[in-house]
Every structure is written in structure tokens, then in C-alpha cells.
């Protein structure tokens, strides 16, 4: 009796871990510390339906926390 080898689990984590207060969103993944702490046992599906809304939640989270400049063409002093 064989068995394969345990397939990876897709995940968006990038090690930027850092949680913003105010969205209580990951810095990194853009993922809930609730969602990190269950991915792993979330469904193939679950999973999908998170990874779609990542794009989505990184507006919830201000440019400045991410490195990044508030309007195009800002510079940093």
C-alpha cells in the first residue's frame, strides 16, 4: 500500500508579517490572522474564494504602510 506524498498548499503568505490595526489585515498577504491560522485546513474552494478577494484588500490598508508613495509621482523626502 502506497500513498503520494502530501500535495502543497497554495498560499499567498510572501513572510511580510506584520498585521496593520486598523484593517487587521497581514501587510504581506493581505490575508485575517483567523484565515492564516485555519489555511491550512480550509477546502481547495475556501482557499480560492479568499486568494480572489486579496487584490481587492489591499486598498483597505494605506499606501504608507506599504512602502508606497500616496499619489503617483509622490516622492519621499
Known sequence: MST???R?????CIKVCAVDGESGLCL????SLQEIAAWARYTDE????ILDQLSARRQLISPEKLGLSAWPGARAN
Do not use: K, M
Not at 502543497?8 to 499567498?12: F, I
Not at 475556501?46 to 474564494?49: D, Y
Open 4 to 6: 503520494s506524498p502530501a
Open 46 to 49: 475556501e482557499r480560492a474564494i
Open 28 to 31: 504581506g498577504c493581505f490575508r
Open 8 to 12: 502543497p498548499v497554495l498560499t499567498p
